[in-house]
């Protein structure tokens, strides 16, 4: 989104320096939004295993042309191009032949320099943006295929950690509220099927005290599938889903399955990764109910600061329809596997558990897949999760639904709750069923804006089902022409075109360097160096002669200048010395600097504390001074039933007769006497 905001402030400028005519503008700027509304919506209801365009067709975006296990093969050519991606791409590169046209004078040699910079940033980042789109439509269809695929001895089991939770209370202070520490929850919903009907129930494990990484994960799989066994015996394997975080997306984690399987009775097939930011929506929708209960348990003059009261709010009023909570504790003592590694890992995505080994993929049903051995391989034993509260009853609800649910179109003006999905135009009567529905329904998508493209994919089926029993197909040659890239001069799109690409790593020259260490001295004796300034100074420097100090290629982003600060930073509390110099900064130990980040890091954390819970000038109370009555000796002149106020107020501790004045007014000043206004009484 932010790349096509700045694509249009380009245009702006050129139509602002007489480059562009108003009309060039207007029709530039209308491109860019329906480039921008198209591969937010319509993009991904084109992407399949099915097309004949380059742009949307998966197997051939996802395989590796390098790696033959990772490399899918295909029975047709890629003869098409869609009009709407062709049109984001015409729309930039005429945007850029603007850029490269317009500013000749001398003086604007800069502007153009400026502008051709966050063009191409703008571009990286859009056609980024667009691979994604297609990477999580083909995770999302491991989901799919696994929900179709279930029976009534499987099931799906989607995991995430939710955001930790900070105690509350009825009525708190506000110097109650810093300092916090929050209760790691961990949700699995697990998805079951038996004949046309889903079930999700959901399973949450509370922790007082946990580390969210590889050995916690383990523990929470291995009792939850000890939990299914006892009481589902007929369940016999599972598939796993989670996003790619690193408490999950590691080689101990997925080493230790196959054990983990074997002990419990329930053999785990498959673990698949959904794209980031995409996958592990039924986790949110569970947790967002969860929230709001234990909300309401304090709005009725509850604590929730111990995962016990969470438990115990999370089952109040019958709890929250299918979830049931336990509170738990890892067994540390258990670890035993956590110096595993597979090779790339950080590029695969599907895993499938053999008894040869794990036969892993970088993108979904892409290519035969490769063997990782078991051998050499430290095993990991049973993990003993402890569960310090067990798992309530069974509830009777679980969230269960047909899979063939009468849809209705959006058009019926009674239907009042839609799909959230991208493209679905299905709706409901009740919120239960659109849950569900979004959970794991199916869902019916239907173009924004149909295109040319979508006109010819119309034919194309039309064609294919007139001549079936044929072995050759063809698209009509008119269509093929009206799609095909102008005069054939525009290369098609490369194969694996939207694998996750790894970015050469570019050193950054001792110029570029000392630039930046020179800006941040000069901010340690006077104002900070804003990031952003020193970005725009940098593209603008200019040396005696007139010539710019740098070159595009030396050019730092703002989140790059601000990264390097922090660096800077983190080594100058390190070294204890009043500025850093390149040779510091050259000779530093990667692993030191680490270290030191992580101890900065708490020791800001906890100044940051003891600032907020400091006492302020001046003290306030239910609107009075404290500080100034305490100067002007007029705490006398309150009741006894103000002053006891006041103490509850400051949650000040009174000894003495509560009924005289003298104990409170005592408490009130020696609170008085720790402000930073003391030396004032």
């Excluded at 789109?133 to 499987?154: C, E, F, H, I, T």
């Excluded at 199916?442 to 079936?468: F, G, P």
């Excluded at 001069?489 to 930046?516: I, M």
Aim: aromatic share 8%; net charge neutral; proline share 3%.
């Amino acid at each position: 989104m932010q790349a096509f905001d700045s694509l249009e402030d380009m245009v702006s400028s050129l139509e602002a320096a007489k480059a562009v005519t108003f009309n060039w503008e207007e029709e530039v700027k209308q491109q860019l939004s329906d480039a921008k509304r198209y591969l937010k919506a319509d993009f991904r209801l084109h992407v399949s295993k099915d097309e004949r365009c380059a742009d949307h067709y998966t197997m051939y975006a996802l395989s590796d042309p390098n790696d033959p296990p990772f490399k899918g093969t295909c029975s047709h050519v890629h003869d098409i191009r869609c009009d709407a991606c062709r049109g984001i791409e015409t729309v930039i590169k005429q945007i850029g032949a603007e850029i490269e046209g317009a500013f000749n004078e001398d003086g604007d040699f800069l502007t153009k320099r400026k502008l051709q910079f966050e063009h191409g940033k703008a571009q990286e980042a859009i056609y980024a943006w667009k691979a994604h789109s297609l990477r999580a439509v083909n995770q999302d269809l491991a989901k799919q295929d696994v929900s179709s695929a279930l029976d009534g001895g499987s099931c799906l089991i989607v995991m995430d950690w939710a955001m930790k939770f900070l105690p509350q209370y009825y009525r708190e202070q506000m110097r109650d509220f810093f300092g916090k520490r929050g209760k790691s929850w961990h949700v699995s919903c697990v998805i079951e099927k038996e004949e046309d009907s889903y079930s999700v129930q959901c399973f949450s494990h509370l922790f007082e005290e946990c580390k969210q990484d590889w050995f916690a994960v383990a523990s929470i799989v291995e009792n939850l599938l000890e939990i299914l066994k006892r009481e589902k015996p007929f369940i016999s394997e599972v598939f796993l889903r989670s996003d790619n975080g690193a408490c999950y997306h590691n080689a101990a984690l997925l080493l230790a399955l196959p054990a983990i399987g074997s002990r419990t009775g329930i053999r785990i097939r498959r673990y698949d990764f959904s794209e980031p930011q995409a996958g592990k929506d039924i986790c949110d929708r569970k947790i967002a109910p969860m929230k709001a209960y234990i909300r309401r348990y304090v709005n009725e003059k509850h604590d929730v600061a111990t995962a016990t009261k969470m438990k115990e709010a999370l089952e109040s009023h019958g709890g929250v329809r299918g979830s049931r909570v336990a509170v738990a504790a890892v067994n540390l003592a258990n670890e035993t596997g956590g110096t595993n590694k597979i090779k790339g890992i950080s590029k695969l995505n599907n895993f499938e558990f053999t008894e040869e080994g794990i036969r892993i993929w970088s993108a979904y049903k892409i290519g035969p897949g490769k063997l990782v051995s078991y051998e050499g391989m430290k095993p990991q034993g049973k993990t003993g999760l402890k569960l310090l509260q067990p798992f309530g009853a069974i509830p009777q609800a679980q969230g269960i639904f047909n899979t063939r649910p009468t849809y209705k179109e959006r058009s019926a003006k009674n239907q009042v709750f839609f799909c959230e999905t991208p493209g679905c135009v299905v709706t409901f009567e009740n919120e239960n069923e659109a849950q569900n529905h979004i959970d794991t329904g199916v869902h019916k998508l239907v173009v924004e804006r149909e295109t040319l493209y979508d006109s010819v994919r119309r034919k194309w089926a039309q064609h294919v089902t007139e001549i079936a029993s044929r072995t050759t197909l063809s698209v009509p040659t008119t269509s093929t022409r009206a799609l095909d890239t102008s005069n054939g001069n525009e290369a098609p799109t490369s194969q694996g075109w939207a694998l996750k690409g790894q970015k050469a790593a570019t050193k950054t020259s001792e110029n570029v360097k000392q630039f930046l260490i020179a800006k941040f001295n000069e901010g340690l004796s006077g104002q900070k160096a804003n990031p952003s300034e020193v970005a725009k100074e940098m593209q603008e420097a200019k040396d005696s002669n007139g010539s710019p100090v740098f070159l595009p290629d030396d050019w730092k982003t703002t989140r790059q200048i601000s990264s390097f600060f922090s660096r800077l930073s983190t080594l100058k509390k390190s070294s204890h010395v009043d500025a850093v110099t390149l040779r510091d900064e050259e000779n530093v130990d990667e692993e030191d600097l680490r270290s030191w980040e992580g101890r900065l890091e708490a020791e800001s954390i906890r100044n940051e504390v003891y600032s907020a819970v400091d006492l302020q000038h001046p003290v306030y109370s239910e609107g009075h001074n404290i500080c100034l009555m305490a100067k002007e000796r007029k705490l006398k002149n309150l009741k006894v039933l103000d002053l006891k106020n006041f103490c509850t107020n400051l949650s000040l501790t009174t000894t003495g007769n509560q009924q005289r004045k003298v104990t409170f007014i005592n408490a009130i000043e020696e609170l008085v006497n720790s402000c930073s206004c003391s030396n004032l009484l």
